[in-house]
């Protein structure tokens, strides 16, 4: 999904990655990133990585039949794991994307430079539970520096997780 107010085809890249000023143009880069973050509130990480068109589950970047990228990198994916409460899942695609997924609520499409913001987001208590009692809806908002919001719904009451009911404003 991608972020509530910005129009589709501009950048959201100026939304800050919370990094400092360092770059993050690799899958690399982006798990060093996230890991960074994530020992900045304590939080333990396990990361895998998948390097290689026979180990990398989304092929969006290279064709048919092609082990490596237009620019002759091979493909690099990862998947990362962030321990505590809420639990946190990361894949990040080699194409510059992640799939993020906050204890039920998943986010697909975040960009890899918004990873860390996005991080800082949910562990610095800037994430909030909006809830509507008609229609019934409840979504997880997750706003980042740059005026940039993430927003996904919370399917059924039976995945809202301790966590996301202190979160209901």
């Known amino acids: 999904m991608r972020p509530t107010n910005v129009p589709p085809g501009s950048s959201s890249r100026d939304g800050g990655s919370g990094a400092g000023d360092r770059r993050i143009d690799s899958t690399e880069s982006a798990v060093a990133a996230v890991m960074e973050m994530a020992d900045s509130y304590g939080r333990e ?5 998948s390097i290689g068109a026979d180990q990398s589950g989304r092929r ?7 082990v490596v990228d237009p ?4 493909l690099h994916e990862a998947y990362i794991e962030i321990a505590g409460r ?3 899942c990361m894949e990040i695609f ?3 994307d992640a799939s993020i997924t906050v204890d039920t609520v998943e986010f697909i499409g ?3 430079e918004q990873l860390p913001a996005f991080l800082d987001a949910v562990y610095g208590g800037r994430a909030w539970v909006r809830g509507r009692r008609f229609p019934p809806t409840l979504h997880l908002i997750v706003p980042i520096p740059g005026d940039v919001t993430y927003k996904e719904p919370i399917l059924g009451p ?3 997780t301790p966590w996301l009911n202190g979160l209901i404003r």
């Open 45 to 49: 990480t396990t990361v895998e990585h």
């Open 60 to 66: 969006l970047a290279s064709g048919a039949f092609t």
């Open 71 to 74: 620019d002759g990198s091979l």
């Open 86 to 88: 809420p639990t946190v």
């Open 94 to 96: 080699s194409e510059g």
């Open 110 to 112: 975040v960009p890899r």
């Open 158 to 160: 039976w995945n809202m």
